[in-house]
C-alpha cells in the first residue's frame, strides 16, 4: 500500500498488538498479531520489571523517581513502537486511513485525536517505615477507538469508513511495591469500532462520547515521519 504522491515513500505502516508469552508482555509485530479492520478486540498481559540494576544500587544511593521513570519506559515500550512515542514528549501528529487497507487510495485519511496525555509527572517515594516504594503517576493503558460508518457513491453503497479515530491515554495509577517483592504491572489492550449508523439512530454521537470512555484500546505504530499515514490490516 503507497501513496501516489511522489513526495511520499510507498512504506506500510501497519497497526499491531503486543502479544502475550505466558501471560508475560511481549512485542511481535507478525501478521497473527495485526489489527483487523473492523474487528473489535481486548488483551492483557504482565510487565515485569528487570530489576538487575535496582540489586546492585545501594539502598542510600537509589532515585526512586527514576526507578519509576525506567518502570514506565518499559511500559510504553509495549503500549508504542519505541520509535515513535518518548515519554514526556508530545505525542505525533498521526493520520489513520479512512478505507483500513487503501492501496491506491491516498485521499482518505482521518487525523488522529489524542486525549488526556497531559498529567502529573510521576514519581517515585521510599517508605522506610514500610520498607517499600511508590510510583505515582502511572500509565498503564491507552484507547484507541473508531467510528466507522458506510457511504455511498452515485447511490451505491461502499466500503464502510473510519468517520473518527481517537487515542485515550488511561487514567494514571499509584502503584506501591515491597523491596523485597517481584515487581510486575497489569498492561491492557483493546480495539473498539463503533457503528456510526447505530450511534445516529440511537440518540447520535453524544450516546458514542459517553459509550466509548471506559474502553481501553492498544495499537503498536510504525512510522518514519511527523506526520504520518497509518494502515490496519
Not at 93 to 113: F, M, V
Not at 175 to 185: A, G, T
Request: proline share 3%; hydrophobic share 40%.
Amino acid at each position: 500500500y503507497f501513496h501516489v504522491n511522489a513526495t511520499k515513500l510507498p512504506t506500510n505502516h501497519t497497526l499491531s498488538l503486543f502479544t502475550t508469552q505466558q501471560r508475560y508482555c511481549h512485542h511481535d509485530a507478525a501478521s497473527e498479531n495485526l489489527i483487523n479492520y473492523g474487528i473489535s478486540v481486548l488483551k492483557q498481559c504482565k510487565l515485569r520489571l528487570n530489576k538487575e540494576s535496582l540489586a546492585k544500587m545501594p539502598q542510600n544511593e537509589r532515585n526512586f523517581t527514576e526507578i519509576c521513570l525506567q518502570l514506565q519506559n518499559q511500559i510504553t515500550t509495549q503500549l508504542f513502537a519505541a520509535d515513535l512515542f518518548v515519554l514526556g514528549e508530545k505525542f505525533p501528529d498521526l493520520y489513520i486511513s479512512q478505507l483500513g487497507r487503501p492501496e491506491n487510495r491516498s485521499d482518505k485519511w482521518t487525523p488522529l485525536r489524542v486525549e488526556n496525555q497531559n498529567f502529573a509527572p510521576i514519581s517515585g517515594e521510599y517508605n522506610a517505615q514500610t520498607q517499600s516504594f511508590s510510583c505515582r503517576n502511572m500509565l498503564l493503558n491507552i484507547a484507541y477507538e473508531f467510528l466507522v460508518g458506510e457511504f455511498t457513491e452515485a447511490g451505491v453503497a461502499q466500503q464502510a469508513l473510519v468517520k473518527r479515530a481517537t487515542l485515550l491515554f488511561g487514567e494514571r495509577n499509584d502503584l506501591e511495591f515491597e523491596m523485597d517483592e517481584v515487581i510486575e504491572v497489569p498492561l491492557t489492550v483493546a480495539v473498539m469500532f463503533f457503528d456510526y449508523s447505530k450511534d445516529v439512530h440511537n440518540s447520535g454521537v453524544l450516546s458514542f462520547n459517553a459509550g466509548i470512555v471506559g474502553f481501553i484500546i492498544l495499537m503498536n505504530f510504525v512510522t518514519s515521519y511527523v506526520n504520518t499515514k497509518i494502515f490496519m490490516n
